[in-house]
T-cell receptor, first 109, second 112 residues
Framework: GEDVEQSLFLSVREGDSSVINCTYTDSSSTYLYWYKQEPGAGLQLLTYIFSNMDMKQDQRLTVLLNKKDKHLSLRIADTQTGDSAIYFCAPRGSYIPTFGRGTSLIVHP | DSGVTQTPKHLITATGQRVTLRCSPRSGDLSVYWYQQSLDQGLQFLIQYYNGEERAKGNILERFSAQQFPDLHSELNLSSLELGDSALYFC???????????FGPGTRLTVT
């Protein structure tokens, strides 16, 4: 099945940029999603990129896709303390939805 | 608010018992997904229903079962509960079979 790898933790200072990386194995992934989970809450769809795109920008969020290397990244510009959460990468290709283990983003004031 | 509702919010029960978790999808969504989230296993996909039919099956134990009713709400039944079943159980819904998913707030199950 699909394997999705993410680093478990990322620590940044407020105002800096955060880059969360994800690698996956399923080359048939058509949509690649990023979800955010705040403490005690469900996952919230943050953004996504279609597989024929290299980049998508949405306000402070930039998604980069390297399809050849099966590498996806999420950049958050001007990171705020409210961005502290767990971020999940979720490429979707096959029937089985697969999520990475999530990257805990810790933002220091 | 995603529009997906789950009940109950918290559930505490004893080993060997059976519980039912309920999910109502967003209006217009035909797919319902169930996930288990625990610290050691991360987010595990259990099962997906689309318009009343089972669509995809993940790491769902035989002690667990689910169904989607004609009004599209879904129930996840967990039986012969073990301590290791303690986790957060999320329901998500989507319009079709592989679109973006909208997650409910989850049910926290504690098995004592």
């Amino acid at each position: 099945g699909e394997d999705v790898e993410q680093s478990l933790f990322l620590s940044v200072r407020e105002g800096d940029s955060s880059v969360i990386n994800c690698t996956y194995t399923d080359s048939s992934s058509t949509y690649l999603y990023w979800y955010k989970q705040e403490p005690g809450a469900g996952l919230q769809l943050l953004t996504y990129i279609f597989s024929n795109m290299d980049m998508k920008q949405d306000q402070r969020l930039t998604v980069l896709l390297n399809k050849k290397d099966k590498h996806l990244s999420l950049r958050i510009a001007d990171t705020q303390t409210g961005d502290s959460a767990i971020y999940f990468c979720a490429p979707r290709g096959s029937y089985i939805p697969t999520f990475g283990r999530g990257t805990s983003l810790i933002v220091h004031p | 608010d995603s529009g997906v509702t789950q009940t109950p919010k918290h559930l505490i029960t004893a080993t060997g018992q059976r519980v039912t978790l309920r999910c109502s999808p967003r209006s217009g969504d035909l797919s319902v997904y169930w996930y288990q989230q625990s610290l050691d296993q991360g987010l595990q996909f259990l099962i997906q229903y689309y318009n009343g039919e089972e669509r995809a099956k993940g790491n769902i134990l035989e002690r667990f079962s689910a169904q989607q009713f004609p009004d599209l709400h879904s129930e996840l039944n967990l039986s012969s509960l073990e301590l290791g079943d303690s986790a957060l159980y999320f329901c998500a819904s989507s319009v079709g079979t592989s679109d973006e998913q909208y997650f409910g707030p989850g049910t926290r199950l504690t098995v004592t």
